[in-house]
């Protein structure tokens, strides 16, 4: 499948977003926790981390429960915004 995702620096990409959803830090976002581990990357997303919270076992990545998650569009029009 081709995305804009191919035209834009995706490391960089998702380090931004890691950046304005985490400012002081990982958290998770159903319980809240700050004990989270790394869990590998996105198979398609190489840039996008994966975790696991230590506290509720709850599996997300930079874009779970974000606007931006299997957006597409809306998400190429926040690119632009930035
Ligand atoms: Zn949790």
């Keep these: 499948m081709i995305t804009f995702l191919?035209?834009?620096?995706?490391?960089?990409?998702?380090?931004?977003?890691?950046?304005?959803?985490?400012?002081?830090?990982l958290k998770c976002p159903k319980?809240?926790?700050?004990?989270?581990?790394?869990?590998?990357?996105?198979?398609?997303h190489s840039g996008r981390q994966g975790y696991q919270c230590h506290?509720?076992?709850?599996?997300?990545?930079?874009l779970t429960?974000?606007?931006f998650e299997g957006h597409h569009?809306?998400?190429k029009v926040w690119m632009l915004c930035l």
């Excluded at 319980?31 to 398609?44: K, L, P, Q, W």
């Design 73 to 75: 569009q809306p998400l």
């Design 6 to 25: 191919n035209l834009i620096d995706e490391p960089k990409y998702y380090a931004h977003v890691r950046q304005i959803r985490w400012p002081n830090g």
């Design 31 to 44: 319980c809240g926790s700050e004990t989270v581990i790394r869990n590998g990357h996105d198979h398609y």
């Design 55 to 62: 506290g509720c076992r709850a599996n997300f990545d930079d």
């Design 65 to 67: 429960d974000t606007v």
